[in-house]
C-alpha cells in the first residue's frame, strides 16, 4: 500500500470507531467546535501532498504556536533564552504551578505554559510590535500571508485566563517577567489563538524537518543546529506530560495543542498535522494520536 492508501483507511477505520474524550471546554470558545471534525495532511521535502478528511478546516492550533515562538526568540536571542527557560520536561500538567515555586521561577521549558510565557516576554523586550512582528514571523515560516490570530478566542482565553494569569504573575515574583504583565500575556493569548488548517499547519512545520530552510521560498528559518534543538525539545516535551507515550507510540518530534490538533516532523523526509478535537485525558488529540501510531507503524516513516 503507499502512504497515501494508508492514511485513507487509517482514516476511514479509525472515524468509524467510537469517538472518545473530550473537546477542551475551560476555554468557552474552543468548546463550541464540531467534536467529530478529522483532518490529516502530510508535506514533504521532496513535493508529495498526502490529505484525508477535514484538512482544509481551519482550527485553533494553541499550543502548537509555541513552537514558533519558541522558533521566533531562539533566533533573536540564540542560546540566552535558556538562561530564563529550561529544557526538562516537566512531569506535571502543561499548566501547573507547582514547579516553579522550587525552582525559583525558571520553567522547565518553552511548550508549557510556564515556559512560553517567559519566551513571550523574551518577544516583548525584543521587538518594537511583538504581536504584528510574531504574526510577520509567523507567515513568513508558512509562506502564507493569511495565517492570522483569532480575535474571538484570544478574548476568550483572557477571560477564563486565572491560571495563566496566576502563572505570570507568580514568575514576575522571581524576576523572570520583565515586562508589563498586561502586554505579555496579551501577546500569549493571541499566540495561542493562530488558526491554521491541517494542511497550513504542516506546512508550517515542514522548515523544522528540512534543517530549518522553508522549502518553497528557500529562505533559511533557523541555524541547523538551532533546528536540532527545537526539534529535541518537541520530542521531549512536546506533548504534555505524555511525551514519553507519544515517543514510544509514535516516535516523532511533535506537538499538541489543546485544540486538538499534533504536528509532527520526520527529519529530512516530512511534516504531518492531524486534528480531532476530542482530547485524551492528557490533554492531546485521542483520534490523532491513534493515527499516527498506526501511520508511523505502517509506513514506517518515523525516527526509530
Ligand atoms: N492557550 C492555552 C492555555 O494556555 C494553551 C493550551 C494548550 O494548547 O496547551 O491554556
Given at each position: 500500500?503507499?502512504?497515501?492508501?494508508i492514511?485513507?483507511?487509517?482514516?476511514?477505520?479509525?472515524?468509524?470507531?467510537?469517538?472518545?474524550?473530550a473537546?477542551?471546554?475551560?476555554?468557552?470558545?474552543?468548546?463550541?467546535?464540531?467534536?467529530?471534525?478529522?483532518?490529516?495532511?502530510?508535506?514533504?521535502?521532496?513535493?508529495?501532498?498526502l490529505?484525508?478528511?477535514?484538512?482544509?478546516?481551519?482550527?485553533?492550533?494553541?499550543?502548537?504556536?509555541?513552537?514558533?515562538?519558541?522558533?521566533?526568540?531562539?533566533?533573536?536571542?540564540?542560546?540566552?533564552i535558556?538562561?530564563?527557560?529550561?529544557?526538562?520536561?516537566?512531569?506535571?500538567?502543561?499548566?501547573?504551578?507547582?514547579?516553579?515555586?522550587?525552582e525559583?521561577?525558571?520553567?522547565?521549558?518553552?511548550?508549557?505554559?510556564?515556559?512560553?510565557?517567559?519566551?513571550?516576554?523574551?518577544?516583548?523586550?525584543?521587538?518594537e510590535?511583538p504581536?504584528?512582528?510574531?504574526?510577520?514571523?509567523?507567515?513568513?515560516?508558512?509562506?502564507?500571508?493569511?495565517?492570522?490570530?483569532?480575535?474571538?478566542?484570544?478574548?476568550?482565553?483572557a477571560?477564563?485566563g486565572?491560571?495563566?494569569?496566576?502563572?505570570?504573575?507568580?514568575?514576575?515574583?522571581?524576576?523572570?517577567?520583565?515586562?508589563?504583565?498586561?502586554?505579555?500575556?496579551?501577546?500569549?493569548?493571541?499566540?495561542?489563538?493562530?488558526m491554521?488548517?491541517?494542511?497550513?499547519?504542516?506546512?508550517?512545520?515542514?522548515?523544522?524537518?528540512?534543517?530549518?530552510?522553508?522549502?518553497?521560498?528557500?529562505?533559511?528559518?533557523?541555524?541547523?543546529?538551532?533546528t536540532?534543538?527545537?526539534n529535541?525539545?518537541?520530542?521531549?516535551?512536546g506533548?504534555?506530560?505524555?511525551?514519553?507515550?507519544?515517543a514510544?507510540?509514535?516516535?516523532?518530534?511533535?506537538?499538541?495543542?489543546?485544540?486538538?490538533?499534533?504536528?509532527?516532523?520526520?527529519?529530512?523526509?516530512?511534516?504531518i498535522?492531524?486534528?480531532?478535537?476530542?482530547?485524551?485525558?492528557?490533554?492531546?488529540?485521542?483520534?490523532?494520536?491513534?493515527?499516527?501510531e498506526?501511520?508511523?507503524?505502517?509506513?514506517?516513516l518515523?525516527?526509530?
Amino acid at each position: 500500500m503507499t502512504p497515501q492508501e494508508i492514511m485513507e483507511m487509517l482514516h476511514a477505520e479509525i472515524k468509524a470507531e467510537k469517538n472518545l474524550g473530550a473537546v477542551a471546554s475551560y476555554i468557552p470558545e474552543l468548546g463550541k467546535v464540531n467534536p467529530d471534525y478529522f483532518g490529516i495532511y502530510l508535506t514533504s521535502i521532496d513535493g508529495q501532498r498526502l490529505s484525508a478528511g477535514d484538512w482544509d478546516v481551519p482550527f485553533s492550533i494553541q499550543s502548537i504556536a509555541k513552537v514558533l515562538s519558541l522558533s521566533f526568540a531562539f533566533n533573536l536571542k540564540g542560546d540566552a533564552i535558556w538562561e530564563r527557560v529550561g529544557v526538562e520536561p516537566s512531569g506535571s500538567p502543561f499548566n501547573s504551578l507547582v514547579q516553579l515555586e522550587f525552582e525559583s521561577g525558571i520553567p522547565r521549558n518553552p511548550f508549557i505554559n510556564a515556559g512560553a510565557i517567559v519566551i513571550c516576554d523574551i518577544l516583548c523586550s525584543e521587538l518594537e510590535n511583538p504581536k504584528e512582528e510574531l504574526l510577520s514571523f509567523i507567515r513568513r515560516v508558512a509562506n502564507n500571508p493569511n495565517i492570522n490570530y483569532n480575535p474571538i478566542i484570544a478574548a476568550s482565553e483572557a477571560s477564563e485566563g486565572y491560571r495563566n494569569f496566576a502563572l505570570i504573575n507568580f514568575i514576575r515574583s522571581f524576576g523572570n517577567i520583565h515586562n508589563e504583565v498586561e502586554e505579555v500575556i496579551d501577546l500569549y493569548f493571541h499566540l495561542s489563538s493562530v488558526m491554521m488548517t491541517c494542511k497550513e499547519l504542516s506546512e508550517t512545520f515542514l522548515f523544522l524537518a528540512n534543517a530549518g530552510i522553508q522549502v518553497d521560498t528557500g529562505e533559511r528559518i533557523l541555524g541547523v543546529s538551532m533546528t536540532k534543538r527545537i526539534n529535541a525539545v518537541m520530542q521531549t516535551c512536546g506533548f504534555y506530560d505524555e511525551a514519553g507515550e507519544f515517543a514510544f507510540r509514535v516516535g516523532l518530534p511533535g506537538k499538541s495543542g489543546v485544540g486538538g490538533g499534533i504536528a509532527a516532523i520526520l527529519p529530512n523526509d516530512y511534516a504531518i498535522a492531524v486534528w480531532s478535537p476530542r482530547l485524551n485525558t492528557k490533554g492531546n488529540s485521542y483520534r490523532g494520536m491513534k493515527f499516527l501510531e498506526q501511520f508511523t507503524t505502517l509506513t514506517e516513516l518515523s525516527i526509530f
